[in-house]
């Protein structure tokens, strides 16, 4: 993937206390499922959408295609979706896990302030083709890493993400009526957190904890 270049002259010294201050912001980022309801102050989401669109991309094609969900109507159809996509999951599980998973609160799209539906388009003319003819599947990735970015420049500013994942593209994408080309990625709810916790709240309701970096790494 490319990104923007820097000139030698101008290159950044990047402090301890930076570096420090990131591996902190790192830690504190969190997928967030409780918002309050007040709204972002005036300004604030377009600033960090603009800081998550200097995020690498293959190609430089930039293929990611960000829908501002404000239509309360809308917004009722998208939570129906995940309702329904919801129990279908729960169903999946047996006894006590089932009786847990019903437990969990998976999605804050009642309370979110700002709901962004991020889609990738799969034939973008931005870029050429560079770098995806192979991997036309780099295209979803780069929009991840527009996400991620999105998500840590939130996070500094004490805005809280929560992706939420339990819904049929499908649905989202006839409901949102976008282009065919376009992929969802990801649903966000965006506000700011009526809680703040450094562990997953996944790992605090003893559903799965994090396991260690050695079970994921291997050499050849």
Known sequence: MSGGSVDEEAKPDFSKKFRLDFETLLKWRRDVRRFRRD?????????????????????NSQPWRIVIVESLEKRSEVTACFEAENETAAKTYQEDRAVHYRQLKLSGLKDAPVHLAIFSDEDPEQ???????????????????????????????????GWVSILDPGT???????????????YLCVGFPEEEHIDPELERVRWQSRSPLETRLFRR
């Open 172 to 186: 989202v994408a006839e409901i949102l009526q976008v282009d065919d080309s376009w992929r969802l990625v990801a």
């Open 127 to 161: 870029g050429h083709g560079l770098g995806r003819m192979t991997m036309p599947e780099t295209l979803a990735y780069s929009t991840v890493s527009m996400i991620h970015t999105f998500w840590l420049a939130a996070r500094a500013e004490g805005v809280g993400v």
């Open 39 to 59: 709204p972002l102050p005036s300004g604030q989401l377009d600033h960090l959408l603009h800081l998550a669109d200097l995020a690498p991309s293959v190609g």
